[in-house]
């Protein structure tokens, strides 16, 4: 009896554990599909921004870009948005990840040629703070600087739809 007792108090502690928080990254499946960047705004002191976002465009040129995100290889690329004469298109693939330190909830990307490889051999890659991951909206905040100041540039981006075309 004393046995069967001992396993059911082993079995209830196991079963009955603390609920994950609230704050945990849900998985990559979130980020699966086509997402638009759908607004773009700035944090910081008061002033004129200019922000070149992940070493390809102007951030200008990422509003209505596109970013299609593979989760099962953890594959993507993004294309900018050609809405004004000052932007070219720009298409990247890149390989992206989730990363959470300090209860800091990160999404990070590096450039990848075409058979997802990593273009940087020096392993560098870009990372933004996850404000909010939704199954229809993301919410991130790039760090950036203009002239010596520090700034954030929020990106906000919707999901278009469940299509993975690269």
């Known amino acids: 009896m004393k046995k069967i007792a001992s396993i059911l108090i082993v ?8 609920s994950k928080s609230g704050s945990e990254l849900p998985g990559k499946r979130a980020l699966k599909g086509t997402w638009e960047v759908t607004n773009i705004s700035f944090i910081g002191a008061e002033g004129i921004y ?3 976002l992940f070493d390809a465009a102007d951030s200008a040129c990422f509003k209505g870009s596109e970013w299609v995100f593979i989760p099962n290889n953890a594959s993507g690329r993004f294309t900018t948005n050609v809405s004004n004469s000052s932007c070219s298109i720009v298409n990247y693939r890149i390989i992206w990840s989730f990363f959470e330190s300090d209860n800091v909830k990160s999404f990070q990307f590096k450039y990848a040629d075409e058979r997802n490889r990593p273009q940087s051999k020096d392993k ?4 933004a703070t996850i404000n909010e991951l939704a199954k229809t ?9 203009f002239e010596g100041k520090s700034f954030n540039v929020v990106m906000k981006f ?9």
């Open 11 to 18: 079995f209830c502690l196991f079963s009955c554990g603390a």
């Open 50 to 52: 200019k922000a070149f």
């Open 124 to 127: 560098s890659g870009y990372r």
């Open 137 to 145: 909206n993301m919410t991130i905040t790039v760090p950036s600087t």
């Open 158 to 166: 919707n999901k278009k739809s469940d299509n993975l075309n690269l």
